[in-house]
């Protein structure tokens, strides 16, 4: 029988990718952490790990037995997820994890619902994009995540996480105040390069003709907004950011295809039936339904 503790360090492993960011994750010291899978490896009877110059990775075998530790895992969230069915209030901490501009206009009425509803459930809340996101969604560190996805630049799949649909986010020109209606000779504000908007946004202009002038880079979409406000620079912005208030800034759609980023939520699998996941998700879908009600009326 091999020790669930263990093989839970080596799962965590494969995911965090060293000894120092497990024993960090978890709160232990990087020689603990080798003692145990020193004695996990005498446990199984071969070698789990191997030598990567300074690093280390996994034997075939160690891979093996992480697939079977992620099955195991998916067992206990069904189980955890039944337990807390059978249970008449909502109680516990669900973590939760949402990128910039949800946080700032799904998060809050999302919250006020599940207050409301289940006011013995705690929430807590961190700003995060999805590409760090969902590596802690499967790392554990969160039991959901919002996350977005731009027109032609899909996201990797895993197959032990479940999506569900959340809103499609009209995204919009912003050409700097005062400065014409034109996107091409304008100073251009962008998220930082290797992300999933930067690839899009660069991939749009090119595909117009020319290449942006990108001067200013930031995840923060208030810079961004505020930026195109006082005229230093162009930007494509997300409706989202209004939250069904009036724009400060002129906006012009952009081509057919490429308007809308997907917004969905994401858990791993085996939680999607925990009360307090459906029930924030349930929250959430009800933020942007009357979020897109609001703008509609507009």
């Known amino acids: 029988m091999f020790d669930l503790h263990r093989l839970r ?62 099955a195991v895992l998916e067992r206990l969230e069904q189980a955890r997820a039944e337990v807390a069915g059978s249970l ?13 501009t949800a946080a700032l206009t799904l998060i809050p009425p999302a919250l006020t619902l599940l207050r409301a509803a289940h006011p013995a459930l705690r929430v807590h809340v961190t700003e995060a994009e999805p590409e760090a996101a969902l590596p802690a969604l499967r790392a554990r560190d969160f039991d959901l995540v919002v996350a977005e996805e731009y027109p032609g630049h899909p996201h990797p799949r895993h197959l032990e996480l479940e999506e569900v649909d959340l809103s499609q986010d009209t995204l919009r020109l912003a050409p700097p105040v005062g400065a014409g209606e ?3 000779g304008h100073p251009w504000v962008m998220e930082p390069e290797g992300t999933p908007a930067r690839r899009w946004a660069m991939a749009l202009c090119r595909d117009a003709g020319w290449e942006p002038d990108v001067r200013y880079e930031s995840t923060d979409m208030l810079l961004h907004l505020r930026l195109v406000e006082e005229g230093h620079a162009a930007a494509l912005l997300p409706d989202l950011l209004w ?15 490429r308007r809308s980023r997907r917004l969905f939520t994401v858990v791993r699998g085996g939680s999607s039936r925990h009360p307090a996941v459906r029930a924030c998700r349930e929250a959430l879908a009800r933020a942007a339904e009357d979020i897109d009600r609001t703008a509609g009326d507009g």
């Open 182 to 184: 034109g996107p091409a």
């Open 88 to 100: 008449t209030a909502l109680t516990g901490t669900l973590r939760l994890a949402a990128f910039q």
């Open 9 to 70: 360090l080596l799962r965590e492993l494969k995911h965090r990718g060293t000894l120092a960011a497990v024993a960090a994750a978890l709160s232990y010291s990087p020689s603990s952490v080798s003692q145990q899978l020193s004695v996990l490896e005498k446990e199984v009877g071969v070698p789990l790990l191997e030598p990567v110059g300074r690093r280390v990775r996994l034997t075939e075998q160690g891979e093996i037995l992480v697939a079977h530790t992620e």
């Open 243 to 257: 939250c069904g208030r009036k724009p400060t800034v002129p906006l012009l759609e952009l081509p057919g295809g």
